[in-house]
T-cell receptor, first 114, second 110 residues
Framework: GAVVSQHPSWVICKSGTSVKIECRSL??????MFWYRQFPKQSLMLMAT?????????EQGVEKDKFLINHASLTLSTLTVTSAHPEDSSFYIC??????????FGQGTRLTVV | QKEVEQDPGPLSVPEGAIVSLNCTYS??????FMWYRQYSRKGPELLMY????GNKEDGRFTAQVDKSSKYISLFIRDSQPSDSATYLC??????????FGDGTTLTVKP
């Protein structure tokens, strides 16, 4: 299957700081990327959908000013958690797809805000 | 009511058993049906991808989709301890955004 690389795999940051997570498609052009959040023992909750070159579409209840998404190229999307707080601690996962094909997931980023 | 319902388990089977996992859904617009496997602290890994109704087989895995009943299944034959993980069903319409089940935790005991 296609490869999606997510970086970093884990990060610890201080409350009030910002954290950037990268999602790269290594061997295909990701026309659409999805960002999810997953709490322990729970399923993935879609946060936003981004198409290359356009603004992300956020799901209801997701603060777009707090979770900044940039999809500037066909191989890279970034999620920036701004002014992070302990309640933002979670597992963040991206997925990417080319056209109407199936989506492939990154390995996830575990964010801990202290 | 959730759009996708999946029994969270946990499900525990002996090695070599046939495992049956399933999901039901309510949105008739769903056209694409996926099964993912997720190990602890890892991202989901795509196992099966099916369009519309029918069966699809890949090695020890068989996916079935019955759109008339809005019911999908994943069968694992000759289950192995390495199959122990959480299995997530997911579905999407042509718009591409996937809706996930809550996942079923499977343990295969040696």
């Amino acid at each position: 299957g296609a490869v999606v690389s997510q970086h970093p795999s884990w990060v610890i940051c201080k409350s009030g700081t910002s954290v950037k997570i990268e999602c790269r498609s290594l061997d295909f052009q990701a026309t659409t990327m999805f960002w999810y959040r997953q709490f322990p023992k729970q399923s993935l909750m879609l946060m936003a959908t981004s198409n290359e070159g356009s603004k992300a579409t956020y799901e209801q209840g997701v603060e777009k000013d707090k979770f900044l998404i940039n999809h500037a190229s066909l191989t890279l999307s970034t999620l920036t958690v701004t002014s992070a707080h302990p309640e933002d601690s979670s597992f963040y996962i991206c997925s990417a797809r080319e056209g109407d094909s199936e989506a492939f997931f990154g390995q996830g980023t575990r964010l801990t805000v202290v | 009511q959730k759009e996708v319902e999946q029994d969270p388990g946990p499900l525990s089977v002996p090695e070599g058993a046939i495992v049956s996992l399933n999901c039901t859904y309510s949105n008739s617009a769903f056209q694409y049906f996926m099964w993912y496997r997720q190990y602890s602290r890892k991202g989901p890994e795509l196992l099966m991808y099916t369009y519309s109704s029918g069966n699809k087989e890949d090695g020890r895995f068989t996916a079935q989709v019955d759109k008339s009943s809005k019911y999908i299944s994943l069968f694992i034959r000759d289950s192995q301890p390495s199959d122990s993980a959480t299995y997530l069903c997911a579905m999407s319409s042509n718009a591409g955004k996937s809706t996930f089940g809550d996942g079923t935790t499977l343990t295969v005991k040696p």
